[in-house]
């Protein structure tokens, strides 16, 4: 299985013409590119859009249909929001890359509920680790077979994959992903060997699903999109298997920033080695399922990023958060971090909302404006968040505009 890159040349001039903008007032659009100057504005987004199904085909089955109520909510929340480089989490993978074209074609590029259509000519896929078999018995039960013994938590290849949607050109033949990076080789890891055996132990996947880095070219220059889904902190026994694996996924991009030694372990799938160029712009998207203050995580695991040299972190917030954990009180009401942070609406009694989908630009890039997607109760918008049953997903579009050397 090969990454995979959609170009879709009809639609270059209508992105280029800027059809896409939102029409509501509830979400306001990335400034236009000053012309002529050094810099313009680019929002960059990431999503945790709940597009993942029980079987393998399934997504596929709803999106061609073009009328999923599910599906159609996620593209009006992105009609609105607009962003120019997206990242969906939780969008089940199919090696032909045909989920990230129905999706553009039967919903982007379709009006939702009277918004403008969205518009990207390019798409980026690539194989995860959800849902592949190891053959070997992760969870130590015994028995060798199951979505606890794959690569990655899933019931099927591909379950809970990433797609990269851009108005500008992804660079297919520099894009880097480490699907198959040894947990083992990261130095000073968290592994827990002694739960995992000496045998299973140097045959682990670091990443649950993959890490990529996906280069994007903004005028004559490049903006390194570091895309990621690390394993959720939870359904854990003793040994915390999955906060230590959460842990580490984050410091992955931790070590990748780190010019020199600190990087030289990471090996991508192309078998290169080292990190980023401390020179080049980035910026990580991704639901990393880790809150800074509340929660499961292990000690201090998004910390790590939000403290590095390297990165700033926008505080992106919503009001609709503030309302929620009001409303809802249970977790919520006890947590330290504060509301207003908050980017999924999680359930009660445990762990509650909290702050664990980020959009964290290189500190050199300059951030014109940030919000996470939740509108209050009775504002426009609010009937695509709303609580359980989620009408889209239980987490927010968390969105930073960027300016960016054109």
């Known amino acids: 299985m090969t990454p995979r890159l959609s170009r879709r040349r009809a639609l270059v001039a209508a992105a280029a013409a800027g059809l896409g903008l939102p029409a509501a007032a509830t979400a306001t659009a990335a400034e236009p590119a000053r012309r002529g100057g050094p810099f313009q504005t680019l929002r960059a987004a990431t999503y945790n859009a709940s597009l993942n199904r029980g079987r393998d085909g399934q997504l596929l089955e709803d999106l061609a249909t073009g009328e999923d109520a599910q599906i159609r909510a996620v593209a009006e929340v992105i009609q609105i929001n607009s962003p120019d480089i997206l990242l969906l989490n939780e969008f089940d993978h199919d090696d032909e890359g045909r989920g990230a074209d129905l999706f553009r074609e039967k919903y982007l590029e379709v009006p939702q509920n009277g918004q403008s259509p969205a518009f990207y000519p390019y798409a980026f896929t690539a194989p995860v680790n959800t849902g592949v078999p190891s053959g070997l018995d992760l969870n130590r039960d015994g028995t060798v077979g199951g979505p606890d013994d794959a690569w990655g938590f899933g019931q099927f290849p591909g379950q809970y994959g990433m797609v990269l949607l851009s108005r500008y050109p992804i660079l297919a033949d520099q894009v880097r992903t480490f699907q198959n990076l040894r947990w083992a080789d990261m130095p000073h890891n968290l592994l827990p060997t002694e739960f995992y055996g000496p045998e299973i132990s140097p045959q682990l996947r670091l990443s649950s699903k993959s890490h990529w880095d996906v280069p994007v070219q903004i005028g004559t220059n490049v903006l390194h999109v570091l895309a990621a889904h690390p394993t959720p902190p939870s359904f854990d026994g003793p040994e915390k298997r999955n906060q230590r694996r959460n842990h580490d996924e984050i410091r992955l991009w931790v070590d ?120 209050r109760q009775g504002e426009p918008g609010s009937e695509l968040t709303g609580s359980h049953p989620f009408p889209t997903s239980d987490h927010r579009l968390v969105r930073v505009d960027l300016q960016v050397k054109a």
Do not use: M
Not at 282 to 301: K, Q, R, T, Y
Not at 349 to 375: C, F, H, K, M
């Open 256 to 375: 990748y920033l780190q010019p020199g030694r600190r990087s030289q372990w990471i090996v991508d799938d192309a078998g290169t080695r080292g990190g980023l160029e401390p020179s080049a712009p980035f910026v990580i998207l991704g639901d990393l399922n880790s809150d800074p203050a509340d929660g499961d995580s292990w000690p201090g695991a998004i910390e790590q990023l939000l403290r590095h040299p390297r990165v700033q972190d926008p505080r992106p917030t919503s009001d609709g958060a503030v309302e929620a954990a009001e409303l809802q009180g249970g977790a919520s009401a006890e947590h330290v971090g504060e509301a207003r942070y908050d980017t999924a609406d999680f359930a009660e009694p445990t762990p509650g909302n909290l702050r664990v989908d980020y959009v964290l630009p290189a500190r050199e890039l300059q951030i014109a404006s940030s919000a996470v997607y939740w509108p």
